[in-house]
């Protein structure tokens, strides 16, 4: 069971940096890539950023690289994603994923290819 948790407020101002935690329980995150996705409203579902199992290696959106930072913490088996300079743009429901162990990096956006396992989502609002 996967569950995606924000730290921090549901509402952020333009600039602010939340924190989001991608928790499994029953299984080890570490053996999986995971990925982070979003949905903003009347938008189609995107690629945000993902981080290959074993190796780590990590990869980002280009809509969002250099200002997102993707970790693995493996003694709390979770994936955390943490979120700078956010614009109002960044406004969604964001999601955690997996079930892949490699991440795939198409067209300057992480895809959800292999992903077969989901968290509920949480709600990002960026807005002053």
């Known amino acids: 069971m996967f569950s995606c948790r924000r730290l921090g407020g549901g509402l952020v101002q333009p600039g602010g940096s939340p924190t989001l935690s991608c928790k499994a329980s029953g299984t080890t995150l570490d053996n999986y890539a995971v990925g982070w996705f979003r949905q903003a409203p009347g938008k189609e579902r995107e690629g945000v950023s993902c981080i290959s199992s074993y190796e780590g290696y990590l990869y980002y959106s280009d809509s969002v690289k250099g200002r997102f930072t993707i970790a693995r913490d493996k003694a709390q088996n979770a994936v955390y994603l943490q979120m700078n300079s956010l614009k109002p743009d960044d406004t969604a429901v964001y999601y955690c994923?997996?079930?892949?162990?490699?991440?795939?990096?198409?067209?300057?956006?992480?895809?959800?290819?292999?992903?077969?396992?989901w968290g509920k989502g949480t709600k990002v609002t960026v807005s002053s």
């Open positions: 994923a997996t079930g892949a162990v490699v991440c795939l990096l198409d067209k300057g956006e992480v895809r959800d290819y292999g992903m077969d396992y």
